[in-house]
């Protein structure tokens, strides 16, 4: 096994060990769950699939408000995306000067691959151990994750915009494309990575092991400006995705009692503010 497969390995089961600790330091007697294997399992399920069909059905729901955070947000990526073609070109010319045990690991972190074996590790030892959080923390993962993945696959063959390194633009498009080199918007190795590591993050109290969390989950993202695979906007728009679809499903998870935890998981709040001619969001933990 080579260092970076060591470094993943650790990580995920280092995550799972402090999640895992954290359920039952208020409880002073610890209730045994009778309830068969198989029928948490179904349930589990029950809740990712009502997690998904919420997802979906809040844009039917949006209010002003919603609205015009929507187009505060496609106001600030167009507003990015005109410096797009200078950011790609810097990254892509320092390339070289990064270690290759960091793109190796940002490359790992966003591939589905990883994903997927990572939370299966991680609702695995909730599901048998019957432990609620990790496997609350697995249905919130796969769910979001789900939520994501359809939009994000969606959204790169519907908008087709081309990817940097080559002879195209960041302003090059190209819609209802199957060719990969016109599907940058947004970037899934970003949605992959964010999503996880916003689901996690939610599980600490401790703003360290949220920085540390959120610190792993950009590597992915600036992995792939490095390798020219994306533009900033890119990351950008799909950060704002995971998050958005991260907040809203524990919400609903929370809303709904689906999972019995001895206090509501802690939210991004996030504001917009104004300053003189800037406009942008602040996010509180």
């Not at 809303?255 to 104004?274: G, M, V």
Request: charged residues 15%.
């Amino acid at each position: 096994m080579r260092l970076k497969n060591y470094i993943v390995f650790f990580i995920v089961f280092g995550t799972i060990f402090k999640i895992s600790a954290q359920q039952d330091v208020h409880k002073k007697v610890k209730i045994i769950d009778t309830t068969s294997i198989g029928k948490l399992a179904l349930y589990d399920l029950t809740q990712s699939i009502n997690s998904v069909g919420y997802s979906f059905s809040r844009p039917f729901h949006w209010q002003k408000k919603d609205l015009t955070t929507l187009g505060v947000i496609a106001f600030s990526a167009v507003s990015i995306s005109t410096i797009d073609d200078e950011v790609s070109a810097l990254f892509i010319k320092n390339e070289p000067h990064v270690p290759n045990l960091f793109q190796e690991v940002g490359t790992r972190f966003g591939s589905p691959q990883v994903y997927f074996i990572s939370n299966a590790a991680l609702y695995g030892i909730g599901l048998f151990t019957k432990n609620e959080k990790l496997r609350r923390t697995s249905v919130l993962i796969i769910s979001s994750s789900f939520t994501t993945g359809l939009i994000q696959s969606f959204s790169k063959t519907a908008i087709g915009r081309a990817r940097p390194g080559g002879e195209y633009k960041s302003n090059t498009f190209k819609f209802w494309s199957n060719e990969p080199k016109f599907h940058s918007l947004p970037s899934g190795h970003t949605v992959l990575s964010i999503t996880m590591a916003h689901a996690i993050a939610k599980q600490f109290n401790n703003t360290w092991s949220k920085v540390g969390v959120y610190t792993l989950g950009s590597i992915a993202p600036i992995s792939r400006l490095f390798a020219g695979a994306h533009w900033l906007t890119d990351i950008g728009v799909a950060t704002v995705l995971s998050i958005a679809v991260v907040d809203g499903v524990d919400k609903f998870l929370f809303k709904t009692k689906a999972y019995d935890l001895t206090k509501k998981q802690k939210t991004i709040s996030w504001n917009l503010t104004y300053s003189g001619n800037k406009i942008g969001f602040i996010g509180t933990f």
